[in-house]
């Protein structure tokens, strides 16, 4: 006969609750007959007889069941449709192209013609610089897909660890399609698997810090190529760059390289100045304005012949298509734990940036990305990258924005872009070999200003000191220490601060709102009443457990000491979301300090989960199953009339 | 003008409400006439107009003081009292003898003598066999304060990683020194600073787990005495120390020091049985039985010789006082760091120990245990005991029951206790010459199925699935892998479960309770009423933050595709004690996408902490702020009566 008495309201309350309906009144009035002595009250009963939470395994597969097939609830209504057009429908979501091939016409294929040739011009000038910055020879950046400056900065700064590129650039250039190709294979399994929230653990505030600190230390690192130096460090850290920097001053470094960079990268900036004031007319201006500087600069270097008064200049290019690097993974040397471990770190950044890119224009455009899919094609580019001679590539935020103001309506666009790089790579060829490095380091310098997000930094400081240490630490972790030293403060600093967060062992006292039946913080409402003679007590903790049950258990006890004639203190659980063996001991201790004292003990509205314990766990029957109660303005009305009729109740 | 209508209500209804009183009605009847086009409601100023929460600096301020000073409430009382009683007051604090040494009488010291004889007998035999688990001489343990098998283990598993205690004693002796002072240290510096809450930091399961796999790994260490085996493995995994056993079985065992070992840890574990059945009259019988096993094993083995027939005896004993071993620590080797870590590892199991035994008698005996002090205490005792040759000693709980039983009235019985271990120095230092080693063994044996606690495993299982989790880890890696490992485990599966419990991203459907105006979880009480148009969803996580807030967004835009027809969402924000930016990110996310399908926010009930975060991030003047509401039926009011009447807020 469980519930027999709620079914019993149901029927004659069929008729769904219209705002101010006359008939209404507050279950007090209704259930107040049944509080008889010691009969067991109404809401006592439907907290009690509540059907048990799903079990363990249930949970587990639920959750499993919920992460891998997100939409499987939904699918009831495509069971209409014929299997044929579920086939074109699971083939469309694989191959996207078959949903937007069908309508592509000529006008489209204009508009990606040009976005995708402005594509090319920005990113052939930057692809290459980020090569650089990876330490590996040029033609690897402009192969790449798309090269992003942090990521090159990670995998250099990790793989420079292992093997030293000056000394052994075969090796290096191995270690780093390995690494490549670990990370293809995490993040293809982070889709496959459906762990898209692995990416959640960065925070927002740790991501803007890490962002700051990494821009500064690529920035010094473009000190290397401004200014011509040849001896330079393989560390990141601002004191070793800085100390590297003025040992070279000293001895080796060329002012030509420096004239020529600072000017170019004035150049770009101004176009990006220009390009931001009128954005509807010159937005291609900022994106075309690298590929100019890289042509102008190389002429004057061939015309002027400066490389041979000690301006830097590329040299090494091959050309053609990418060879095959399929036979340079290694599986079996000594770093390969170390190496994964970079994919690993890679992977992560790498879809932290690609996912935060793609999050911003699906919120942009209105439309919808499925986290998980973006995952396992990231994961299948750089497997397949790994194998090509290309390493790490991710989604671009520079590049994507030049794309979509270039006004691309297609893949076709990158399509075009690649065809474009290819002819390039096959032209160009001879001119890239009188290109000054400088140039290329002023490229990637002209990126850093938008990758420092100082305003960002500002509102989390003013919204949540915590999330702002998470920042500074990350920024200042990147900056003087390493990149993954940073990367480890911030992600440490962000959970450290979610389990002191869960483990809090505050109480808040409640009090009644004057005129209500609602009970508040008294703190966060002061102007609520107390009830003679009954505390009211609300954990502040979403779980009461290991951590904490203790500290609670003496706040409890030390609370109790300081107030004087208490005759009954209601628990109000609502906010404890779950509770383990060392909680349900420490509500014990509780109660039987309570009893010693003569204080009655009463439960408020107990969570699904937590009423379930308490009952395999015993303590519903120690403490009694008429101390339960759903709200606490029951509980005080009950610990009140108990007090004033002498009930040895709860 | 804040709270003014609030402090009207006060005026109104000063009489502190009484259950059933007649004038009472449900706020939202007093509140109704308010809620006009647009004009805020009653409520909805209550969570809005609420004073700020403490900020940042002043809430660790008020942790630290809290933590520090947490009877700094209380002294008021005490500032009536003279300055002289007061620093009688602090002294007898320090030093409780002050206290119970005025009203000390003979037939107290009756009772002391009695049970520190007791303990005497039942401490000499445990802690040389305590001594020789941990590789030292056995003086070192005969002298040491109260050493537990556990951590003799650990400190013996974790130096002998560092120096093997068969090559060069002397420096394993001294790291074990320089570890004890470490471990000392720490707990006073614990003690100090009020971290007293680090020891909460192993669950209860997982100390269940430790400690029944530490049981079975000392078990097993044993064997390598019971059997005379000559080399050993200084490995503890289950795996290292079988295979050890079976090699030396074919070469060199000798089986007379199996059959006295066994034969004594028979007559041991029957006077235990004995013991409990009359716990009244015969409770010393288990705390001597291994003094007389001792005794008499001696006897047999110096009358017989069998010391010549391969039965291996103590041989080295040094009597005397403890010397100063103040010139053995040593904080300038190559493993300070190694030996720094073990005694951090040591420190915490030691209190974790001492105060798990003193909490369980402080309940027993219904007196206040102040963990902080009890650390100092302990801090203390450990690094004055590695200035004199004792290694890390802490609270046993056989002991600690031998001494209540024996019937102890103060600290005297362990003043006796130590005068008596003091003269059996002097005087059976040649009668321990002929002590059979195996004797040791059996009798750490003993006491070791005390240790494993498998009916609190499987109530523990009964419980929580999770928790039992984290207990089989603790004991199955310190069974097959190592004790760090296994600590390592227990920790990191209930962090780990602590974490994943406050990231949940679950969110809960509300019905409302028919005939109440209590909202309730639709899974709980299943007899709950829909709101026709109206979603009420709670969050089921006590922070919104970084790691949850983008599967939150997707889970509420999927429930929200999965409903039609739906006019407004009303979200239950009473669970959600912090969050940061990337929740109030989320917030405006989810708020944005349902603008453009047309449905209403609204919000219910949120926290202190949040609602100020929510003003400062801009989110309040973003929903607008007549969206906020104290309770869910106010909203779903509000929301019902807007629809009807086409109102477009919220």
Redesign the interface.
Known sequence: MR?ST??T??V??TI?????SPN????IE?G?PEIEFGVTNQSTK?VLN??D?PG?VQQICQSIKSNVF?QG??CSDEKKHSACARVVAVLSSIFPVLNWGRNYKASNFKNDFISGLTLASLSIPQSIGYAALANLDPQYGLLAIGPVAVVSLLISSMISKLVDPAVDPVSYRNLVFTATFFAGTFQALFGILRLG?VI???????IVGFMGGAAIVIGLQQLKSLLGITHFTTKTDVVSVLEAVVNSLGTSWYPLNFVLGCSFLVFILITRIIGKKKKKQLFWLPAISPVISVIISTLIVYLTRADEHGVKIIKHFKGGLNPSSLNQLEFNGPHLGQVAKTGLVCAIIALTEAVAVGRSFA?MK?YNLDGNKEMLAMGFMNIAGSMSSCYVATGSFSRSAVNVSAGCESAVSNIVMAISVLISLQVLTKLLYYTPVAILGSIIVSALPGLIDYKEAY??W??????FLACAGAFFGVLFASVEIGLLLAVGI??GR??L????SDIEELG???????F??K?????T????GVAVIRL????F???????IK?RIT?YL??KKQMSGIILDM??V??I???G??ALE?IH?KLV?RNVHLAIANP??KVIH?LK??GFVEKLGSECFF??VNEA??VC??SKSIGLPSC
């Open positions: 519930l709620l079914e309201y149901i004659y309350h769904p609750y219209m705002a101010g209404h009144s507050f279950s209704a107040r439907w509540s059907p939470p363990f997100p609830n939904t929230f959640d653990f960065l925070s927002h505030a740790a919120s209105g509102h989390i003013k919204v949540d000191k915590m999330d962000s959970f979610l389990i967060n869960s483990i809090r009644r709102l004057p005129g209500t039946d609602i508040c913080d703190a966060q409402y002061p102007g009443l107390d009830v003679l502040n903790s979403g779980s457990c290991f951590a904490n049950a203790n500290p003496e030390r000491s300081e609502s906010n979301m779950s383990d063996s060392s349900i001991v201790e039987k010693s969570r699904w314990k395999i766990g759903l709200t005080v009305d009140l009339s």
